[in-house]
């Protein structure tokens, strides 16, 4: 089954503790994104990656880091998470030629 | 640039009355126009999306929208509400060579009064 698989659903941590949430897609799309959905605001891209080794800024990148190694992985980084940065993430990936947007069931975050 | 924007945050209908969510974007080239749907504690599901061709386009459970140019709006419609339609709805839109540049609205809460 076609799918981009997030992990943890769920996630409290204090301030300061450096987390991961990964994501992972088995359709072997090159475009990848990571955004996040806060109330009255949408969803907001925070960064995205075209291929392995390639990534770029969205529109609220401050605060979080991306890597792209394998094509299938794109983990984002909270290196200091603070309380500003408790919302609902969502991965999503997509081809370079496709139309729309597949998306993982997201990760709940909570930064006390 | 280009922005999405839907207007009214929360819509509340009649089980069996007509649905309409309205979305209208601003765009510098010709978009790619699609709608989601966001169910409780899930992740986004397309409903349907526009890319070229028909400006009618159907989509799942009964939902279509209809690309308007002049007025650069895709409101989405469902003639008859069911319970089940209860959700979260997101229009957005895209450059049809940018996949990387999704942008969203900002959502519409529809609520199906029984």
């Known amino acids: 089954e076609a799918q981009v698989t997030q992990n943890p659903r769920y996630l409290i941590t204090v301030t300061g503790k450096k987390l991961t949430v990964t994501c992972s897609q088995n359709?072997?799309?090159?475009?990848m994104s990571w955004y996040r959905q806060d109330p009255g605001l949408g969803l907001r891209q925070i960064y995205y990656?075209?291929?392995?080794?390639?990534?770029d800024k969205g529109d609220v990148p401050e605060g979080y880091k991306v890597s792209r190694k394998e094509k299938r992985n794109f983990p984002l980084i909270l290196e200091s998470p603070s309380p500003n940065q408790t919302s609902l993430y969502f991965c999503?990936?997509?081809?370079?030629?496709?139309?729309?947007?597949?998306f993982g069931q997201g990760t709940r975050l909570t930064v006390v | 640039a280009q922005s999405v924007t839907q207007l009214g945050s929360h819509v509340s209908v009649s089980e069996g009355a007509l649905v309409l969510l309205r979305c209208n974007y601003s765009s510098s080239v010709p978009p790619y126009l699609f709608w989601y749907v966001q169910y409780p504690n899930q992740g986004l599901q397309l409903l349907l999306k526009?890319?070229?061709?028909?400006?009618l386009v159907k989509g799942i459970n009964g939902f279509e929208a209809e690309f308007k140019k002049s007025e650069t709006s895709f409101h989405l419609t469902k003639p008859s509400a069911h319970m089940s339609d209860a959700a979260e709805y997101f229009c957005?839109?895209?450059?049809?060579?940018?996949?990387?540049?999704?942008?969203f609205g900002t959502g519409t809460r529809l609520t199906v009064i029984p």
């Open positions: 990656s075209m291929n392995v080794e390639v990534t």
């Open positions: 999503a990936s997509t081809t370079s030629v496709g139309h729309e947007a597949f």
């Open positions: 957005a839109v895209r450059r049809a060579m940018e996949a990387n540049n999704l942008f």
């Open positions: 359709m072997n799309h090159e475009y």
């Open positions: 526009y890319t070229t061709g028909a400006t």
